[in-house]
């Protein structure tokens, strides 16, 4: 008696179902919020409680999947290079030895997130060819935050390979305390604005942080203005009106500018930016279409209804009646059981 056979382990279900599995499990999340240089953790709770998990154990944890057996390992190896976080110089600098040990795995990557600005990012992107997709956040060169740009190698160096990149997606963070009036942000965006014309396939912009109109920042408004492939734009809504998003409507190829505020599940109309932008017709129907509205309700107070007046025909009392009711009612010795007239009643006493 023949019986169908089970399916009992994970190695036996498609390929492309267990690539499908194995992204999620081995796929890094976006890049985490940046905490602010004057966050420090409470004294009334132990350290243990708050202590996020580290970059370490993420890393382990993504990486535990690929030593199920080799199976997992042949079809998870691409998808966990296909995105390489790299938090600090450190992390970059052993990845950097990964790739040069394996240049195989090179070809794999294309996206890369890089937690700060440094020389061994900067050889991170040399060294992956088909790279797509670079999250940057720009901090502050410490030696010198107002001084020369000549003298900071590593934002040099940074976008020298960016230059090289036929980048797709771009997205430009930074730090609370990196000024986009410190050398540092004005010389990487001075730097990016110079690439956007060699980036021909550029698609999506993200600029993820509150973006202000500054000498450095208008330039690349107008170079995305002219990108000719740019279809999306991304960014965290202003405090307040500047004409940047304005400026870069005017692209005839761009479908939808999406704003959002972090935390919030969408944004109001009622801020200052959008009452603005809402005389802009180009910029208001770009942002209607990308952008996530919350809805406000309206409040209302309870107010005393007056009741409608009576339509029951009242008739009224002769004069003789009159005077009749008002001496039994002076009276000292009325029976109060004796029921007062009813006004249209025949009733006689």
Not at 186 to 213: C, D, M, Q
Not at 231 to 249: D, H
Request: aromatic share 6%; proline share 8%; glycine share 4%.
């Amino acid at each position: 008696m023949g019986s169908a056979q089970v399916l009992t382990s994970l190695s036996s279900f498609p390929e492309e179902l267990l690539a499908r599995i194995l992204a999620d499990c081995v796929t890094p999340t976006q890049a985490p919020p940046v905490r602010p240089p004057w966050h420090t953790q409470s004294i009334f709770f132990p350290s243990s409680l708050l202590t996020r998990p580290t970059t370490h154990t993420i890393t382990r944890a993504r990486l535990s999947p690929l030593l199920v057996s080799r199976q997992f390992l042949r079809i998870g190896t691409p998808i966990y290079y296909q995105t390489l976080y790299l938090p600090t110089a450190t992390h970059a600098s052993r990845v950097l030895e990964t790739l040069i040990a394996q240049p195989v795995l090179a070809g794999m990557v294309r996206r890369v997130v890089l937690g700060c600005v440094s020389l061994e990012g900067a050889r991170v992107l040399q060294a992956c060819e088909r790279i797509e997709d670079v999250d940057i956040c720009m901090d502050v060169y410490e030696a010198n935050p107002h001084g020369d740009a000549a003298d900071d190698q590593d934002s040099q160096a940074l976008c020298d390979a960016l230059d090289r990149i036929d980048l797709k997606h771009l997205t430009v963070r930074k730090l609370p305390d990196a000024y986009l009036t410190f050398t540092r942000p004005k010389y990487l965006l001075e730097r990016i604005t110079k690439a956007v014309p060699g980036w021909f396939n550029l698609e999506s912009v993200h600029y993820a942080f509150k973006i202000s109109s500054t000498p450095a920042t208008r330039p690349l408004a107008e170079a995305l203005s002219r990108a000719p492939k740019l279809r999306s734009l991304k960014a965290q809504l202003p405090e307040v009106w500047n004409e940047l998003f304005l400026t870069i409507s005017e692209n005839p190829i761009l479908e939808q500018v999406a704003l959002y505020v972090e935390g919030l599940d969408g944004i109001l109309h009622t801020t200052m930016y959008m009452m603005q932008a809402r005389k802009h017709a180009r910029l208001s129907e770009l942002i209607k279409v990308g952008t996530s509205f919350i809805r406000t309700r309206a409040h209302t107070t309870a107010a005393a209804v007056p009741s409608p007046p009576s339509t029951r025909p009242s008739t009224p009392l002769s004069a003789n009646r009159v005077k009749d009711v008002a001496a039994e009612l002076m009276t000292p010795g009325l029976n109060q059981d004796v029921p007062l007239p009813v006004v249209g009643s025949s009733h006689v006493f």
